[in-house]
């Protein structure tokens, strides 16, 4: 196994002209692609898919090493800026969906999901020789022999013709039995890669049940919104609009990269609302970044202590004036009030 990672690790550098430097790069993509692929060791399964009960996904699969656009329009700062910047295309995120897309001239990695590939083109195989971008190799150069002087004054040369042949030189080998390297056999250390598997967002609550990673968050999620009495179930009234409910998955990482929640939320089915009926319009109670600049400002000149915290469904905390009736949550349905349906007391995403 170790030898067809490295096949093709060191296939993915030569077929996009990068340098050694970027082999972490590549044996990431290499394992990616590898875990999606048929292997001869589980009868030709998939291992994610044996891992996970999933299909694997063949559709988002690019060239890399190639040419590549991500959309940058989200953080530009003027509206006239590029919205995007020649990069090259480095992998596939452990974290979300999308694509790690090297930036050329800050050598900087931007993640993001709406990337434009150019896959006949490489970029590092135009950038010349003379830039050294991969560490520089060092040229052992042999040492020169050392020079034997003789201590003795030279023989005087003889008047006759019968010159003495020179005598030969010193025998400098060493004439040491040594052992056959033959017998000598040194332990090989074992290498270990490290590939960060996290359990793929279920597309249903049905899945998710199925999954010990996403059940118990569910529960959770649905015990916060009883809690909370965020709706009351009634009688389904007659000729009303009910709006579906659906649940959202995501992973909540911590600044070092290391999964830390599975979070679930119950939402709204938006398209299912009729507006004027069920919303007038939509509303994420959020700080503007200008507030939050203006806050900070005053706090540092006054000296405040700064604290941060992180409140629980703190979008419960807002009444609903409208009336609005949805359908049980899937999946934990009142088992006594099956034909029930919820009259919303709090607000719910959408």
């Known amino acids: ?26 044996l990431s993509t290499a394992s990616y692609l590898l875990n999606i692929l048929p292997s001869s060791a589980i009868s030709n399964q998939i291992s994610f898919t044996k891992l996970f009960n999933v299909p694997a996904r063949y559709s988002h699969l690019r060239t890399f090493g190639c040419l590549c656009y991500p959309n940058l329009s989200a953080t530009t700062a003027h509206k006239l800026e590029p919205r995007s ?16 897309c090297l930036d050329i001239s800050t050598r900087k990695v931007i993640l993001s999901r709406h990337v434009i590939f150019d896959e006949s083109t490489f970029p590092f195989s135009s950038i010349s020789k003379s830039l050294d971008l991969a560490t520089p190799s060092l040229e052992l150069l042999p040492s020169p022999s050392p ?64 999954d010990p990673s996403w059940n118990p968050s569910m529960a959770e999620e649905y015990n916060a919104l009883i809690k909370a009495g965020t709706w009351t179930l009634v009688p389904r009234p007659v000729a009303t609009n009910i709006i579906r409910s659906l649940w959202n998955f995501r992973h909540k990482f911590n600044g070092d990269g290391k999964l830390t929640r599975h979070k679930s939320r119950l939402v709204a089915n938006g398209k299912s609302q009729q507006p004027g009926i069920d919303c007038d319009k939509t509303f994420s109670p959020i700080v503007k970044p200008t507030t939050i600049r203006a806050f900070l400002h005053v706090a540092i000149n006054k000296d405040w202590p700064i604290r941060q915290l992180d409140i629980k469904n703190a979008f419960l905390h807002g009444t609903l004036d409208e009336t609005v009736y949805m359908h049980q949550p899937p999946g934990f349905v009142d088992k006594t009030k099956p034909d029930h349906v919820c009259l919303l007391k709090r607000s719910l995403y959408v």
Request: charged share 15%.
């Open 147 to 210: 020079i034997l002087r003789d201590s003795t004054p030279p023989a005087p040369v003889s008047s006759t013709s019968d010159a003495a042949p020179p005598p030969p030189p010193p025998d400098m080998r060493h004439h040491m039995v040594t052992r056959a390297k033959s017998g000598i056999i040194k332990p090989r250390n074992p290498l270990c890669l490290h590939i960060d598997i996290v359990s793929p967002l279920p597309t249903s609550h049905v899945q998710a049940a199925q």
């Open 85 to 100: 910047t020649p990069c090259v295309f480095l992998g596939y995120p452990n974290n979300h969906r999308g694509y790690r």
């Open 1 to 26: 196994m170790l030898r067809t990672i490295n096949n093709l690790v060191q296939t993915l550098l030569i077929q996009a002209h990068m340098p050694h430097q970027y082999w972490a790069e590549a």
